[in-house]
Nanobody, 118 residues
Framework: QVQLRESGGGSVQVGGSLRLSCAAS????????MGWHRQAPGKQRELVAE???????NYADSAKGRFTISRDNAKNTVYLQLNSLEPEDTGVYFC????????????WGQGTQVTVNS
């Protein structure tokens, strides 16, 4: 059974930092483009950042310069470092694994809450 297990969410003050982690099943990690999405209250889920097994990461404009996505292929884990957090970053952050093909697999984690207090 494929699993994506997120951790690292929490509550921080404006300007603070958090590091999110997502451990994925070995069976999919090496083939997956790993990503983080977030869903703010009352809003649609949006892509924050994603990273292929090889190559450059891709970031939403709101994340550029503040967030960093990375992956440890030996540990089947993807990370999202959140710096200079703003109240607008509040939401549930979801880990996602997908294949390059639109017909390939797509799996989601259960989500982890990030709250930024002003």
């Amino acid at each position: 059974q494929v699993q994506l297990r997120e951790s690292g969410g929490g509550s921080v003050q404006v300007g603070g930092s958090l590091r999110l982690s997502c451990a994925a099943s070995q069976s999919i990690f090496s083939r997956a483009i790993m990503g983080w999405h977030r869903q703010a209250p009352g809003k649609q889920r949006e892509l924050v950042a994603e990273i292929p097994q090889f190559g450059s990461a891709n970031y939403a404009d709101s994340a550029k310069g503040r967030f960093t996505i990375s992956r440890d292929n030996a540990k089947n884990t993807v990370y999202l470092q959140l710096n200079s957090l703003e109240p607008e970053d509040t939401g549930v952050y979801f880990c996602r694994a997908r294949e390059l093909s639109p017909f390939g697999f797509r799996f989601w984690g259960q989500g982890t809450q990030v709250t930024v207090n002003s």
